[in-house]
């Protein structure tokens, strides 16, 4: 469920959160500058997709409902990591923290990831329009190796295969929380769960990483794509 912000005017709202004194590594810096990004990819659209970043025990989430590639560290959101009480909230416009929070703390609680991402790519959705089952798989591809187990542990090799799960869209994305965990708990080696006509959610240890792995598997789905509409097997050495 998504909270809404104190409403109680005695609440500290904690602005000094999101000053981040042009350090790169803040996530008050990073998350705006990586919406911008993943904007030029594709891979948030007007209003869709997203990214959290864990500081310690804070989180860090953009808005819902806002052009992705226009937020600025006053529309962040930070919430406490464990019993995600509100730290800090924009004031200057009615924003709503992100439809996806459920899902980010799926990956902070099941992975202990420090970053999340969820994108709208066009190759995650024609790969789970390709591939009807439960599972997405590919193997023998070098960028194989730019994935990490469970996306926070050690790195795969081109000999394994990737597996990542696919789980079916909701109308409300809050309400993809259930089968996301379910997911992860089911595949604990697999990066990140793909959801059916949707996008991709994926993790890493730190935002840098988590970007990393993003790109990483966004190539290899769209090379996954386009060897099934070329009639090619995704996994093994068949050609």
Known sequence: MILAP??????????????HHDDPTHPAYLIPELCRGFYTLGWVTGTGGGISIRKGENVYLAPSGVQKEKIEPRDLFVLTLKERDFLRW???????????????????DL?????????????????????????????????????????????????DTLVIPIIENTPDEEDLREGLEEAMRKYPDAP????????????????????????????????????????????????
Request: aromatic residues 6%.
């Open 6 to 19: 104190p409403t109680d005017p005695n609440h500290p709202n904690d602005h000094t959160l999101v000053e």
């Open 192 to 239: 990140a769960v793909l959801v059916r006509r949707h996008g991709t959610y994926s993790w890493g240890p730190d935002a840098e990483r988590a970007k990393g792995q993003a790109e990483c598997l966004d190539y290899l789905l769209e090379v996954a794509v386009k060897m099934k509409l070329a009639g090619m097997e995704t996994v093994g050495l068949q050609q």
């Open 90 to 108: 924009p004031v200057h416009k009615p924003l709503k923290q992100s439809a996806c929070t459920p899902l980010f703390y799926n990956a902070y």
């Open 111 to 159: 992975r202990n990831a420090g970053a999340c991402i969820h994108t709208h790519s066009q190759h995650a959705v024609m790969a789970t329009l390709l591939w009807p089952g439960s599972e997405f798989r590919i193997s023998h591809q070098e960028m194989i190796k730019g994935m990490r187990r469970g996306g926070t542990g050690t790195a795969m090799s081109y000999l």
